[in-house]
């Protein structure tokens, strides 16, 4: 009878692993840290992170008041190959490739981060607000959003660029508004729907009926519990950003003459595309940082998407 009693009273093991205290650690956290594409992507971006970080001693400027101006090796036309003071090669005018290489990490980091921020924070604040109120206020934001969404992005964004770049000089601030201009009305579609969804839930519905204001229930439950597939979109689009201005300069619509941008860099092998089996490096090194710079954020969207998503869980 005792060790009938003893053993009844003994939670089997299955109870005791419910009341076994959780991690504190997230389970998506644990999913990226486990992932080798999350790995892989953020090895990148640490890479880029000590290239740009530590520019001024790998690539020292010239002129320490413009170190995104990229030294000219020269004036010749012809790209030069490289060689010991110029271990990438030159460009058409003799811009460094290497010197613009290096800064140019920088110029991405800036242009990624900033112009994904911008269009995440009001993207997303546009959709929160859309998707929670409703009514007339959700469908004149729904038409706004429906016309921005009518111009291809990156032809509405070109002309924009040539329009702002006749009143402001600086090119790179004007690539950066065309790119949140039309880029905010994807954030505002994705987080509406998400809205839509969880602003019905039961945890929802008792802090209305205990008399929660609208904003704290907004901003307190709502946002939070919808700002996953933001966070995915937004990791994907650091990298896309990058890209979109990346044609911008090679374009001519980005940044200034000689400074330091991959796409402007690649814009002066457009005369020598015949050659490239000759002049393969003023192509290959800019193109190479641009490819694994887009790489990287792509590799940790993705990994981010497997990680947040339930759908991508294999576990039951």
Do not use: C
């Amino acid at each position: 009878m005792v060790t009938e009693s003893k053993r009844l009273i003994r939670p089997d093991t299955a109870t005791a692993q419910t009341l076994a205290p959780r991690s504190r650690v997230p389970a998506w956290l644990i999913a990226l840290l486990k992932n080798p594409v999350s790995i892989t992507g953020t090895a990148l971006v640490v890479a880029f992170v000590v290239v740009a970080v530590f520019a001024p001693l790998i690539a020292p400027p010239p002129i320490p008041s413009e170190p995104y101006q990229i030294p000219r090796q020269g004036f010749l036309s012809e790209p030069q190959p490289p060689a010991q003071g110029e271990p990438m090669g030159t460009t058409q005018g003799q811009y460094d490739i290497f010197y613009g290489v290096v800064w140019g990490t920088r110029t991405a980091f800036k242009i990624g981060l900033i112009v994904t921020s911008l269009t995440f924070l009001i993207g997303g604040m546009v959709g929160a607000v859309s998707g929670y109120i409703g009514g007339w206020a959700d469908e004149i934001i729904q038409r706004i959003v429906e016309i921005f969404l009518a111009f291809p992005f990156l032809l509405a964004a070109l002309t924009l660029a040539t329009i702002l770049g006749a009143k402001i000089q600086n090119g790179l601030i004007t690539g950066m508004i065309a790119l949140v201009v039309f880029g905010w009305p994807g954030y505002t579609r994705l987080i509406r729907g998400d809205i839509l969804a969880v602003k019905n839930m039961d945890y929802v519905m008792a802090a209305r009926v205990v008399g929660v204001p609208n904003w704290r229930i907004l901003f307190r439950h709502i946002i939070p519990n919808s700002f996953y597939s933001l966070l995915v979109v937004a990791s994907l689009d650091v990298g896309t950003n990058v890209l979109t201005f990346a044609a911008l300069s090679f374009l001519g619509l980005g940044t200034s003459e000689g400074y330091a941008d991959w796409g402007q860099l690649l814009s002066y092998a457009r005369n020598w595309i015949p050659t490239l089996n000759t002049h393969w490096w003023i192509v290959v090194f800019p193109g190479l940082a641009l490819l694994l710079f887009v790489l990287a954020f792509n590799l940790i969207g993705d990994a981010f998407r497997d990680a947040l998503d339930p759908r991508m869980s294999t576990r039951v």
